[in-house]
Each structure stands twice: as structure tokens, then as C-alpha cells.
């Protein structure tokens, strides 16, 4: 538990709470599992929260978001998952415990509700096997039935059955996204198994749901212009389009976007809409009847899909703003950026040709933005705010303000004393004739 605190952001820490403290109430067996264990265990950052509950997962999940505030993002009937916003711009997954049985290889599965056991016993990958107990009485267990830890340790990726490539031919693209990502290899069997569903030719199977997934996870990726290249090796960036490949595939773009994404401090970047960037990128080398050919592959989503295509628009409006924006103080710069959605910020980074444009982006995103989330709700409540009311959030922008216009003080350094002369004894000469 300890390191799971550790490896949270302040945000994520209260969702964690407020969804343990849900399922003890409505007498539920919590675990954090997936991705976040994985990146937990394995060192990385974690991006999204993953639990799994035995039971109603759905009814839980959509009951949590009326009384936290959540917003849900995708419910999946099939297999009793929800994703969920939360506020903080922290994204969760709530899973019911399952079983999944294929009838054939790449056929639509039979879901049974099971234990958390045997739900860790079912999945893709042994590092996705891992899970924590959040319950009450069990808090901190920790469940590895596959081993998934030992392969952590080694970086590699094991598929835990002898079928799991087989049976959902979509796991090949997590297996090439998350060998990416983690930089691991991949066990022999494994490979051995990848081969044979490409010989096979599985992957035509896959259906636009979990393509248009699988395209969405590798968008919040931070490397995902290095995923895509991956893919394109493998020849399976066909599936979302022909024509992604050679120079319409745009490498250059998604690389200039990764340098500007690692170059942010870590756990001070605005929300971002991560998707948009991504499509506009994605599309911005093709005709515009391969754009709609891959919107109807997949089944984007028109409103995902206008938002990036308006994305360079609202980027220029907002660029000629700041540059002709009159700015003397920090303060007056945060105010002003602060109301812009995150994903302009880092178009303008890529894009943006003016000087100080490109200045005062990166001084809110590298300076003032880390200095003002050092403002917490602590120190606002120490000077008479309630959190949720107007005043709270007038005193929380007031304190920022004061934070950010502060003159850093001068440090005056003292001169050390001179040495005391040397001792004068017998058989010391003195005058201008002694030696020394």
C-alpha cells in the first residue's frame, strides 16, 4: 500500500479512496488490477486506474459516478466494464471479475461472473495478471497466480495461455504496443504464437470495436509515434488503413510531439486531449477520402473527429491572442493560459512560429504551473477557505497569484573572516627581510 501511495498523484489518491470507501459500502470485493498493477510493480508511471469488483460492476460503477461526480465515458454491455472520468482528469476502469470462453479462435466470448482468481488466471498477458486487494479485511493481499511479477523483473512479455492470441486476435496489437512502451521482450512461446496467428491471418478478425480501442490507447500513449512506427513494421497499421505507410504515415509529426511531451515535468501537464492531437496528426498527411475511410473502419466517433480537424483553427485564434496579449507579471501570463485547453498548448509548442509564443507557453508549462500546483487545498483552507464554495476557489487563485509574483530572495553570502596573523615564537624573523 505504501508503494502504491507512492507512485499516485494527489488526484489519483483520492479516487482510489473514494472508490474503496463506495465498495465497502456496498459490500464489495475491490481490487486494483491491469495496467495500473503493472506499471505499479513494474517502475512506471501510473496513467490510468484498472479495478475489478466481484459483482455488479456496471450498477457500481454508474451508482459511483452520480455521487463522485464522474463523468462516464463508455459502458461495455459484453464484458461488465465502465470507463469513467473523474474530476482531476483521472481516468478508471471498473470490471466485473470474469470468465471469458471463446468458442472458436476470434469469436465474440461467453462471459460468466467468477472470482478475482480465476478473472487473473483469464487475461492476455502474466504482467496484466497482478492484482491488489483494496478490501477492508484482505487491504494490501496482493494476487500473482501467473508469475506475472517474475516477468517484470526480466522485462518480458508471456501470453498466460497457450490460446490467448488465438482467441482474441486484438491482443497482438496491445503485445506490439506494450513491448514498445516497456521496451520488453517477448517470450519464445509467445512469438511462437504471434507467428501463427499472422500465418493464419487471425488479425482480419479483429472487430472495429477493438481496433478503434486499441487506436485510442495508443493516442494517450507518450510514445506513441514510436508504437505506430512498430506497427508499420509489422504490417499491421494496414488494419486501420492502407494507406498508413511511407510518407503518409506521419512520423515526424508524432516524434516532435513525443520530444515536447517528455520535456514537461512529470505530473504538472494541463488536461489534455490526447485524442484529438493524436487524429490530427494521424490524418494530417491523407486525402480526405482516407480520413473517412479509416472514420468508418473503425467507427470514430463525428464529434472526436470535427474536434480535431478544428484543432489548428482554435490553435491560431489562441496564438495571435498571446502574442498580442500585453503581459508584466507571471500571474497575469497563468491567468491567461490556465483557460486554455491543454492540447492547443502543446499544438502551439509544435507548430506555433512566433518567439514569444513559444516563450510563454513554456514558462507556464515548465515554470508556472508546477509553482502553482504547489498551492494546496491545505493552505487555502488554512486561510479560511471551504472547499466547494466561491470563495475557496477565489482565495485558492489569489494564493497562486501571490506564489507566483513573489521575488525570490536574495541570498546574501558572508565573507568568511580573515585569517588571524601567524604566531610570532622564538627563531621566527620578522620584517621585510624574512623568509618565507
Known sequence: MFMLESHLTGEQSKVVAEVRDFAEHANLNLFLTGGAMRDMMGGFAIRDLDFTVEGPAIKFAKTLAEKAGAEVLSVDDLRKSVELLFPGNVTASISMARQEKYPKPASKPQIHPATIHEDLRGRDFTVNAIALSLGKASRGLLLDPANGLGDLSVKELRAIGNHALYDDPSRILRMIRLKTRLAFGIDERTLSQYKS?????????????????????????????????????????????????????????????????????????????????????????????????????????????????????????????????????????????????????????????????????????????????????KDVIEKGGQPGTPKFAKLH????????????????????????????????????????
Open 397 to 436: 487563485q489569489q494564493l497562486i497569484a501571490a506564489r507566483l509574483d513573489a521575488r525570490p530572495k536574495k541570498v546574501v553570502v558572508e565573507e568568511p573572516p580573515p585569517p588571524p596573523p601567524p604566531p610570532s615564537g622564538p627563531g621566527r624573523r620578522s620584517g621585510s627581510f624574512a623568509r618565507s
Open 197 to 377: 496467428v499472422r500465418e493464419a491471418k487471425l488479425e482480419a478478425k479483429i472487430p472495429a470495436t477493438a481496433l478503434e480501442h486499441e487506436v485510442r490507447q495508443i493516442a494517450v500513449d507518450g510514445l506513441a509515434g514510436d508504437i505506430l512506427k512498430a506497427l508499420d513494421d509489422e504490417k499491421l497499421l494496414t488494419l486501420i488503413s492502407p494507406a498508413l505507410t511511407g510518407a503518409k504515415l506521419n512520423l515526424a509529426g508524432f516524434q516532435k510531439l513525443q520530444k515536447i511531451r517528455q520535456s514537461l515535468p512529470f505530473g504538472s501537464v494541463p488536461p489534455i486531449n490526447s485524442y484529438s492531437l493524436f487524429l490530427f496528426l494521424l490524418f494530417e498527411k491523407l486525402s480526405p477520402k482516407e480520413r473517412s475511410q479509416i472514420v468508418k473502419t473503425i467507427g470514430l466517433d463525428k464529434a472526436e473527429v470535427e474536434a480535431a480537424a478544428k484543432l489548428e483553427s482554435k490553435s491560431n485564434k489562441v496564438e495571435k491572442e498571446l502574442a498580442a496579449a500585453k503581459i508584466n507579471r507571471p500571474s497575469a501570463l497563468y491567468a491567461l493560459l490556465s483557460k486554455v485547453p491543454g492540447e492547443i498548448l502543446l499544438f502551439l509548442l509544435m507548430r506555433s512560429g512566433h518567439r514569444i509564443v513559444l516563450d510563454r507557453v513554456k514558462n507556464y508549462l515548465q515554470k508556472y504551473l508546477p509553482l502553482a500546483q504547489e498551492v494546496t487545498e
